[in-house]
């Protein structure tokens, strides 16, 4: 898998959220249809944030003719994960105590989550 940047901006948030909810294979011009609460912008600041998450590695495109559709290259939750390795990994943190840190201040509803995924996990490796 190759390395993205998960850092997103607020256009390319919705952007992203546009592919996710609304792909794959969307043209610039069906992005910007579909765009909730963006209706004022430019056709080429649509093209360029797409060119810019073509290059950050968070979209795949392929030609249409003069045109590139666009597909999301992972899921919500794929990148999700991606952010979090990813922030471990720079702050060079030490994991176990860093999620220690952030049990801490869990509600009990993400501790039932993250223990649901944890036997999930269990089912599937062990």
Not at 36 to 65: N, P, S
Not at 72 to 85: C, I, K, N, P, W
Request: no cysteine; net charge negative; proline share 2%.
């Amino acid at each position: 898998m190759r390395q993205r940047s998960t850092n997103l901006g607020d256009l390319e948030k919705v952007v992203m959220d546009t592919l996710w909810s609304h792909g794959p294979e969307l043209s610039v011009r069906d992005v910007m249809e579909r765009m909730e609460g963006e209706k004022d912008l430019a056709y080429t600041t649509i093209m360029t944030v797409l060119d810019r998450l073509a290059k950050k590695g968070l979209t795949d495109r392929t030609r249409d003719g003069r045109a590139w559709r666009y597909t999301a290259a992972s899921s919500r939750e794929e990148l999700a994960a991606t952010a979090l390795r990813s922030t471990l990994a720079n702050v060079q943190a030490d994991r176990q105590l860093a999620m220690m840190h952030f049990l801490d201040d869990a509600s009990p509803a993400e501790i039932d989550d993250l223990r649901a995924a944890l036997a999930e996990v269990e089912r599937r490796h062990g």
